[in-house]
Structure formats: structure tokens, C-alpha cells
């Protein structure tokens, strides 16, 4: 599994910025010691996947 | 009156030996005893509830009733719409929402004669709790209330146990049935994707929610899910497949029933107290006597099936929720926002990623299953928390038992096994193939009926 990188206070109040959220240091500081879980299960669902192993995202297009 | 079960009220109304009214003033009067120290209901709807029960009423006295949820109390989680009747998903954001229609699900139930006595306690919008910064209490579990119900359908959980309700309705996008249901010690099945219309109720994560059926029995569970299940053209999830009689493998016992148990899930990758193993095996010793063949079997490490669910329920759940959280973050719990805001962090390749592994997990799960009829797990790793003690990460810090069934969309139901050391309820989870729920049932009440855990209820229940 690929070792997530760390995360600190500003790069996730930047992350969170990007996305529309201006928090406070306060809060963005709560948020750190889930960030780095977090981390981990990016790199987890980020583990390698041979290119042919799976073509997700697809849709029906007879569904309506 | 002592605290019946469905299927036992259903019985004497039939036999007009038990009057819905009297049934309803019965719930009605313990939820006014009750509820203060358990939080379970956000609305009693005292009014509507005796309402529905005379018409009932009026049907059990003329010869026709519409079946075996005529006259039966229920409630619904506060996510679920309710035409006139506030609808809040516990937050201050919706603290006055009335909807205009019901629930796809609400409709069908009130349809089939059910008696709706209120609404209920959920985590804010099927997600953050437990929350001591929301407009409401969180619920308390009945059995020891100084401890956690689970959540995300914390009221169904606590009522049903209780004895405040005799079934109620939750929804499950990564545990939210069958978390509370093993917490409480009562029986909760998330059925397969698609079973069970969404129309109606709030959605946390499309991908993943599911609508389903709380109660005290496994047979109860089956008769709700009757009532609820059903194609609906409105739900782009919906399937459209005959509907099986739920209850049509009751009574048939464990003998020949192939279970495949997933032990390294609740053995290693997240290893669940000894009372939780000790009531999987002696649920396993139980299946083997009558008749079952019982192997273990191996899937993927549990985080794969966990990490995958996570990142697409935040994800999604940012979607729906990223105009309030950016106009009105602090309105929202701090469980909630923290838990949410996080998918700040996820890219688009991350989320491709997340959906491609989902495939292949699920049909990792459908080859495990192919020559099986029910695999086991854990449905929670050991018994409740107290309500005070669970951390804001406590959800993400280890995975969770219940979201490999969210992941695949494969059903699942989460039974009692018996009590832990501080005398609260264990719990195993049954998993089966999709759309195989009679089988799931079948299993569950065999086990359920050999079993002594659905002759005792909670103390203040008593």
C-alpha cells in the first residue's frame, strides 16, 4: 500500500479553501488528526490496479 | 399489556383478541413514560397515531384487514419525509421543514395499515452523531443510558428495544441499520440495493443508501420489509423483479445451509471483544448442530471494502451538502461538518479509483458466495460505547464491520447473540447473496427462536 504523505495545517486549510470552506485555524486544526486518517484510505483505494482490470464509471444508456 | 411482537399482535388482531386502539394508547402511554430518559422520538404524533389506530380498528371490526401490519405501531426516522408532519433529519438546517408528500416507503406502510406514532432521533442527516450541539438530544440506549446507541438510526434502535415501537423504519449507507440494531439488541436488516424505494427520503450518499426495516425479531424485520419493498420507476436504483414472500423460508431451520464465515474480518483486521467472537461461535456451534455446513472464507482485508465505502459516501454526501457547509457550516454538527468537509481532500482520480475498486470487490464478494447461502461477520465490535466517550474519528479509525454490504450492495442483518461483560447487547451479522432476504431470514430466526436473547428486554422496558 502506498505510504499516504502527512499533512499539515496549511496545506489542509488550502485544500479546504480550494473547495469553497474558510475555516478558522481553530477548525481546520480539528481536522488534522482525521486528515491523516483520511490519507490513508486515499492511498488505500489508490493501491495499483492493472488499466484493463476494471472500466468503471459506466453508464446504461438505455436508463432513463 | 406485556410487549408483543409483531407477528404476536398481528395474530390476535386477526382473532379480534387485541384492539389496535388499545395497542396504540399502550405505546403511546410508554413513550410518555419512557422517552424523557431515552430521546428517541424528535415528534409524537399522538393525534394521527389514534386516528390510524380506529381505522384500523374499524377494518379488524368489518372483516377487512389488509394484512399483518394492520394496526402495528410504528415510527419512522426523521430522514424520511412525512406529508404535513416536520421532517428535520435532526438538524438545525431543517428544524422547520415540513414536507408536502410522504415517502415512497412511509406511503406504502401507512397503505398496509400501520399505526405512526411519531418520528424519530437520528444522527443529523443519516451521518454525524453522536451530537451534543443539534437542536435535539442524541437518543440513549435503553439498556444502560448512559451509553451509545449507534447510529445513524439511533431512535428506531432505542424504541424498538425499548418497547416504544414495535418496528420502525432506517436507512443504511455504511452501517446505519445494522449498527444500531446490534447496539440495541434488536434485529435490523439492510436489504439489497434497490429492494426498497428511496424516493422520499433524504439521501446521505446515492450510491450507498439504502432504506430498511427495524424491529425486536428477525420475523418481524421480515414482515416490515414486506410492506416496504417494491419497485419504484422514481428510484433510478430501483429493481424491478417479482417480490418474494419474506417470510416463505421461516420456520425451515439452519439444515443445509451453506455459511461461509468471514473470520479474519472480526478476528484481525478489526478484532471484536471476546463476548462478540464468543456469540459469533457459539452462533456458528448452533448452525453446524442443526445441519449446516460452515467454513471459513477469505475476502479482501476489511479497510479495501471500508476505505472504498468511505471515500464515496463523504464524497457524494459533499456534494449534496457543499452550498450549506459553505454558507452555513456551523449550523451543522461538528461530527457532521468535520466528517464531511473532509472530502475536500479527494481528487477526481480518487474518486474513479474508488469506484473501479468497488467492482472488484463486489464481485470478489459474489465468487466467495457463489456455492454459499449466508457469510457471517461481525456486526460491531463489541458492545455499545458510552454516549460520552466516542471520539470524532472513531468511525474512520478502524473500518467498520458493516460497510462491505453498503460497498456491494449485498443484504444484510444484524441479530442478538447474547450480552457482554457490561451487561449490554453482542451481535453477529448474516450476509447473503442479493435479493436473497427469505434465506437471510430464514437463518436469522432459526437462530433467533433456539436462542433465549428475545425473551429479555431492557430493564426500564420491564
Not at chain 1, 493501491?47 to 438505455?62: G, I, N, Q, S, W
Not at chain 2, 408532519?85 to 412511509?106: F, G, Y
Not at chain 2, 416490515?224 to 424491478?240: I, K, N, R, T
Not at chain 2, 457490561?422 to 450476509?431: D, F, R, T
Amino acid at each position: 500500500m502506498p505510504v499516504p504523505p502527512s499533512i499539515d495545517e496549511a496545506e489542509l486549510a488550502a485544500i479546504l479553501k480550494r473547495a469553497g470552506l474558510t475555516l478558522t485555524p481553530d477548525q481546520v486544526r480539528g481536522l488534522l488528526p482525521g486528515a491523516a486518517i483520511f490519507q490513508g484510505l486515499i492511498a488505500r483505494v489508490n493501491a495499483p490496479l492493472p488499466r484493463e482490470a476494471e472500466p468503471a464509471v459506466t453508464f446504461d444508456v438505455e436508463q432513463t | 399489556m406485556s410487549i408483543l411482537t409483531i407477528a404476536e399482535a398481528a395474530k390476535l388482531i386477526a382473532a379480534k383478541k387485541l384492539s389496535p386502539v388499545e395497542l396504540a394508547k399502550t405505546h403511546l402511554e410508554r413513550i410518555g413514560r419512557l422517552d424523557s430518559e431515552l430521546n428517541a422520538f424528535l415528534m409524537v404524533t399522538e393525534e394521527r397515531a389514534l386516528a390510524d389506530a380506529k381505522a384500523a380498528e374499524a377494518r379488524q371490526m368489518s372483516g377487512s384487514l389488509r394484512g399483518k401490519l394492520d394496526g402495528i405501531p410504528i415510527a419512522h426516522k426523521d430522514i424520511y419525509n412525512t406529508a404535513g408532519i416536520r421532517t428535520t433529519a435532526h438538524s438545525k438546517l431543517l428544524k422547520d421543514n415540513v414536507p408536502t408528500h410522504d415517502a415512497r416507503v412511509v406511503a406504502k406502510w401507512a397503505a398496509a395499515g400501520t399505526v405512526m406514532l411519531g418520528k424519530l432521533s437520528t444522527h443529523e442527516f443519516a451521518f454525524g452523531g453522536p451530537a451534543f450541539d443539534l437542536p435535539w438530544p442524541p437518543a440513549r440506549n435503553p439498556w444502560n443510558r448512559e451509553h451509545f446507541t449507534a447510529g445513524s438510526s439511533s431512535g428506531t434502535g432505542a424504541a424498538v428495544a425499548a418497547g416504544l415501537i414495535m418496528g420502525g423504519t432506517g436507512s443504511d449507507t455504511g452501517g446505519s441499520i445494522r449498527g444500531p440494531a446490534a447496539l440495541c439488541g434488536i434485529a435490523g436488516i439492510k436489504p439489497t440495493y434497490g429492494l426498497c424505494s428511496r424516493v422520499g427520503i433524504l439521501p446521505l450518499a446515492y450510491s450507498l443508501d439504502h432504506a430498511g426495516p427495524m424491529a425486536w425479531t428477525a420475523e418481524d424485520c421480515a414482515l416490515l420489509l414486506q410492506g416496504m419493498a417494491g419497485h419504484d420507476p422514481e428510484d433510478p436504483a430501483s429493481a424491478d423483479r417479482p417480490l418474494p414472500d419474506f417470510t416463505a423460508e421461516l420456520g425451515k431451520g439452519a439444515k443445509g445451509l451453506r455459511i461461509g464465515v468471514v473470520r479474519h474480518f472480526f478476528e484481525t483486521d478489526n478484532r471484536a471483544s471476546d463476548a462478540t467472537r464468543a456469540g459469533i461461535d457459539a452462533a456458528l456451534d448452533f448452525f453446524r448442530k442443526e445441519g449446516a455446513e460452515v467454513r471459513d472464507i477469505i475476502l479482501s482485508p476489511m479497510v479495501d471494502y471500508f476505505a472504498v465505502g468511505w471515500l464515496l459516501m463523504v464524497s457524494e454526501a459533499f456534494a449534496l451538502h457543499g452550498p450549506w457547509l459553505r454558507e452555513r457550516f456551523m449550523d451543522y454538527s461538528e461530527m457532521l461538518r468535520d466528517r464531511v468537509a473532509l472530502a475536500a481532500m479527494l481528487s477526481g482520480p480518487d474518486i474513479v479509483q474508488a469506484t473501479r475498486r468497488r467492482r472488484v470487490l463486489c464481485r470478489e464478494m459474489a465468487k466467495a458466495m457463489a456455492d454459499l447461502d449466508v457469510i457471517v461477520m461481525a456486526s460491531a465490535p463489541a458492545e455499545a460505547p458510552r454516549i460520552d466517550n466516542v471520539p470524532k474519528w472513531s468511525g474512520i479509525e478502524k473500518p467498520s464491520f458493516t460497510m462491505p454490504c453498503n460497498v456491494t450492495g449485498f443484504p444484510a442483518i444484524s441479530v442478538c447473540t447474547g450480552f457482554g461483560e457490561g451487561g449490554l447487547p453482542v451481535s453477529i451479522q448474516l450476509a447473503g447473496k442479493p435479493f436473497t432476504e427469505p434465506t437471510l431470514f430464514r437463518a436469522a430466526h432459526a437462530y433467533e427462536t433456539a436462542m433465549p436473547w428475545r425473551s429479555k428486554r431492557p430493564a426500564m422496558a420491564a
